[in-house]
């Protein structure tokens, strides 16, 4: 990201040089994401929402594969073009294939994608967080605790959760996605 | 003792909190770190804030309190509100002592019983020299002002900004000690410093560059937000600088404080904090 700030943006990113004291060790050796450049302009949210955004939707009890899956479905059903784009990425970087991605992203058949039936149950509790207004159907909440432990169900459903939260904040904000993210997505003929 | 006031103590970090009452000034000087003049954003920080964090400072261990801006006392209430603070720990205001009209005086006369010292800048001892840098008629109201306040006991600094204080002209220096003094101000109440790179002074490529490591941490608070020290909440081009944020929270006032203290304990050993405002 540049420092130069962009004068028609929603609100600024905060460059390495206008980075605040308390944000400074967030932004590490390289360029930072337009999450945290954001969340720079209130460092004290920065200072808890990155930790806990990373440790939601980064590995723990469940594998990245597992997150990515619901990270990037659930972006699709958002509609949030800046995480569907990075977690295109990021998906295929964890081993997702291009098939799963696509099947994720709401542009191929999911049944055809994903044949193990323990992660067709998930895909299914993700669309219901994701989508849902109520409480998620007895009979898929029957499936889903029949398939996950009661913790694997816990933070896939936080990770559903965070994302939501991440997918509002980054279309309402308009946060751009990376120049090398869209010329790598372009190169595998993602959008 | 409050871990704040141990903070304090062990000079971690300061112990005056500084308010930013407002970015506004009847002035628009050539090296000023908020870019203020007569419209800029306002940016006020308001009389109940001001005093519901100060009474807040006082419990928690602060000792002084700074009151800066844009110009302080271009607020009606300023005069009612220095008093206030000054009744609870000593106060310093910066101010151009432009606005000391009549009026203004009789309203600012009962800071006399009280720990209060108004700081004013003045920057050369020729009208021409100085006014190139603070604007025209500044140096004939200031030198009408400071006679007047100090006929009436209220506590006066002088605060001379210089480009490169190292460079300055011994001669002309002299002649402005010999100034001050003439208007009842001691040396012990003159301090001279140099123009930060920072705000206006970027812009007119004036000063000396100031990171963090320079400064003292002081608790500055403003509309926007709970600064690193006084230096800190400057504008450039209209757009508040964010390097030296703190926090935007300012109350509760401890957790600001909680923030500047971890940003000290960080602090690199052997750091120069060797500008301050006085």
Redo the contacts between chains.
Sequence with gaps: MSEE?DPEALV?L?GR??????ARRFYGEGTPSPITASL??????LEVALPFVGAALGPAGLDERTKEIAILRTSALLECRYCVQTHTAVALDVGLSTGEVRALRGEGDLDEAFSDARERVMIAWIDAVALGRGPVAPELATRASEALEEHELVELTLAVSATLMLNRYCTALDLPTGADTLARLAAGGFA | MTALAEAIAAEKIGGRVWFYSNYHCNLQCSYCLTESAPLVKRRELGREAILERAREASALGFTGYGVTGGEPFILDYMPDLVAELGRELPTIVLSNATLFNERRLREIEPLADLPVHIQISLDHPDPVENDEMRGPENFRKVVEAIPKLVERGIGVRIATTLDDPDAADPEEQERLCELHRSMGIPDEDHVVRPVINRGRAVSNEMGVLAGFEQLEPELTLTADGAFYSPFAPTVRGGRLDTDLLVSRTTSPLSAAAGSLVRIADDLPAGHDASIGIR
């Excluded at chain 1, 040089?17 to 308390?22: I, S």
């Excluded at chain 1, 720079?40 to 949210?45: I, W």
């Design positions: 700030q600024s905060l040089e206008q980075a605040p004291l308390l720079a302009q209130v460092p004290e949210l």
